[in-house]
């Protein structure tokens, strides 16, 4: 029990990881189309001269950069559509731990005014759980599947209940504040945005984190491959997040190593990015007990930059 309780809390610090690892990342805009739901094969392997030849250190940091904050939603007009999905497997002894996610996030920044809208499934502990939370500016649409149960809630800007049902059957609570039953319009906005955070962003790293890049011919583009070590976000990361852990309690001192941490991100010949794979192995010393993890994430971007159109699911 002691173990898995470890493990649960290593999944919550590695989802925070994620998030906070991009705290300092600055606005900006992709300039460019992305398109493909899946990404291209390798062209034999070749590595040719191309849009993305004669790579170095430098020009993979800027066009890394470049990418990731196309993505971010500091700027002040942001869209992008992006199906995503991670897997992370955990050890701790004689326990061991996976739990994947995945879904489709988009987002849409236009005169100030922002939309979000995230569907996600995530199977942990082979308990499998189905969210969605879709704000239009307005309103949030709230849905959640688990352990047999459905919940289905509207709330507007104001913190009122406009719909609240249970399985398929209303509750009769419209005008009645959403705090009084627990769900808090602007916990609900933070637990949102802090989800899109942690799973559509990559770590933000320096040009000296870099060891090795590399590009290859693929069909349609090209892909780039750049391996950071890992050993050069310890700090920051654990920096980033020792607020978290504090509030987790007893978590400030935990010791972390990562390993080398490889990106491949697949590109058009035009240089817009279509997909984007992160895998990383780390190891954690948290209570006492030594944890290895292991994450994959992977990232087919549908739409960025214009275009991109956020549904409103018909739940009243």
């Given amino acids: 029990m002691r173990r898995k309780t470890i493990l649960a809390l290593v999944i919550v610090l590695s989802l925070l ?38 790579m170095t250190k430098s020009k ?6 470049n990418w990731m904050e196309g993505l971010n939603s500091d700027g002040d007009d942001t869209q992008f559509d992006v199906d995503f999905d991670m897997d992370i ?32 499934n995530m199977d942990m502990y082979g308990e499998d759980i189905y969210m969605e939370m ?19 809630m509207i709330l507007n ?26 769900f808090d319009m602007n916990e609900l906005m933070d637990q949102l945005n802090t989800q899109m955070d942690s799973t559509v ?15 290859t011919t693929v069909s349609g583009g090209e892909k780039i491959t750049i391996i950071v070590d890992g050993s050069m976000l310890s700090d920051f990361v654990l920096d980033s997040m020792g607020d978290a852990m504090d509030e987790l309690g007893g978590m400030s001192s935990v010791d972390m190593n990562i390993g080398d941490v490889i990106i491949e991100a ?12 992160m895998a ?3 190891d954690m010393s948290v209570m006492g007990e030594t944890v290895d993890m292991e994450m994959i994430m992977n990232y087919t971007f549908n739409q960025i930059g214009s275009g991109v159109v956020i549904d409103i699911p018909q739940i009243a």
């Fill in 201 to 215: 962003n990559l770590p933000d790293f320096e040009e000296e984190a870099i060891k090795s890049v590399e590009t």
């Fill in 134 to 152: 879709i704000f239009d500016g307005a309103k949030l649409y709230y849905i959640m599947e688990m352990q047999g149960e459905e919940i289905e």
């Fill in 17 to 54: 990881m994620a998030a906070c690892a991009n705290d300092t990342s600055g606005g900006g805009s992709s300039g460019g189309g992305f398109g493909g739901k899946n990404s291209p094969e390798e062209k034999d392997g070749k590595k040719e001269d191309a849009l993305l030849s004669g």
């Fill in 89 to 120: 497997r955990m050890k701790a002894g004689f326990e061991n731990v996976s739990m994947r996610m995945d879904g489709n996030m988009k987002m849409v920044i236009e005169d100030g005014v922002e939309k979000l809208a995230m569907v996600m």
């Fill in 60 to 65: 993979a940091h800027t066009t890394y950069t």
């Fill in 280 to 282: 990383m192995k780390m």
């Fill in 157 to 182: 800007t104001n913190g009122l209940i406009e719909y609240f049902a249970m399985n398929g059957e209303e509750i009769p609570v419209r005008g009645e504040s959403a705090a009084d039953m627990g």
């Fill in 266 to 277: 697949v590109a058009d010949n035009s240089g817009n990015l279509k997909s984007m794979r």
